[in-house]
């Protein structure tokens, strides 16, 4: 197919940028937008990646910032939007991470309803929108008719959670009001070479590739019949497991061999409403061999 032009919102984090780097090698040119084009040392990644320089443009965009997006957004036949609130020190969570992540993505798509080349908006949720509820079928995969109860979330102070859910909710609801064709994604922990990563122990979770990730948001963004929403995750395990593949394959790293106990409910997902498609998720193996050969080779790890 001839690759046109697409829209990458937040895209000096660290998902949109393996999706601008497996977009500009897929020959596409992207728009990607970021709060200042001009930090040269925080956009130095982007400018670095195969193809950057002839078919990479960033623009200044704000997602607080009405119609900020949109001339990043015109002449784009897909948007693929990332962005989200930086989480960090939060004193009002509603003010500051889920207003935000409500208003942002809103803002994003009604730039997307200005915009008459557009052909798919792919949108970047979580796969913890599908999986923190009251009960679970042990014996029952969680799949994308899922969702996190709102209820629990505020509860419990989720705020992460509700604000992703929200977030895929009014994307949802704005998309189906103004014929906007969504796909959404739901990516579970992320793993891969990266700068640096902190891994806090959650218990019982799903791990997928960076790079997985970014190729199934170009697979259902390419995918003609791609339609709703798509669980992403190669795996799901618990610590201990965790631990004893690492410890194996990495028996002179100083591996954690106790962790919290958190009280979780024994989940699987059913991912295969993207395997159905022709996608073959990478092992937990290769996502942390590739991490820590990443460390390493940054200086982060040493390997005695």
């Known amino acids: ?36 084009p001009a930090n040269e040392a925080k956009l130095a990644h982007l400018w670095n990646l195969e193809g950057a320089k002839e078919r990479l443009h960033l623009v200044k965009a704000e997602l607080t910032e009405e119609g900020s997006f949109n001339d990043a957004i015109m002449g784009c036949e897909g948007v693929f939007h990332t962005a989200s609130p930086v989480l960090g020190h939060i004193t009002n969570p509603r003010e500051e991470i889920l207003k935000p992540a409500v208003d942002g993505t809103l803002n994003v798509l009604r730039s997307c309803k200005k915009n008459p080349s557009l052909r798919r908006v792919v949108f970047t949720s979580s796969s913890s929108t599908v999986r ?85 948001h170009i697979l259902v963004y390419e995918h003609e019949k791609a339609q709703g929403r798509y669980l992403c995750s190669s795996t799901v395990i618990d610590n201990d497991e965790l631990v004893s593949i690492l410890s194996s394959r990495y028996p002179t790293l100083p591996i954690p061999k106790r962790f919290e106990q958190h009280d979780r409910p024994y989940y699987e997902f059913n991912t295969t409403k993207i395997t159905s498609l022709g996608f073959k998720f990478k092992s937990i193996q290769e996502m942390f061999d590739d991490c820590i050969t990443s460390l390493v080779a940054q200086g982060h790890l040493s390997i005695p």
Not at 10 to 24: E, M, N, Q, T, V
Not at 164 to 191: D, R
């Open 1 to 36: 197919m001839t690759h046109h032009k697409v829209c990458v919102t937040g895209a000096s984090g660290f998902l949109a940028s393996w999706l601008i780097k497996r977009l500009l090698l897929s020959g596409y040119h992207v728009v990607g937008t970021v709060r200042d």
């Open 132 to 216: 923190v509820k009251d009960k679970f079928d042990p014996e029952k995969p969680v799949d994308e008719s899922s969702w996190s109860s709102v209820e629990i979330c505020e509860k419990y102070q989720i705020w992460y959670v509700l604000s992703k859910t929200m977030a895929e909710k009014a994307a949802w609801e704005f998309c189906n009001e103004n014929g906007i064709n969504l796909v959404t994604l739901l990516p579970s922990f992320l793993v891969g070479p990266r700068e640096t990563e902190r891994f806090k122990w959650h218990g019982r979770m799903g791990y997928v590739h960076i790079d997985d990730v970014a190729l199934c």
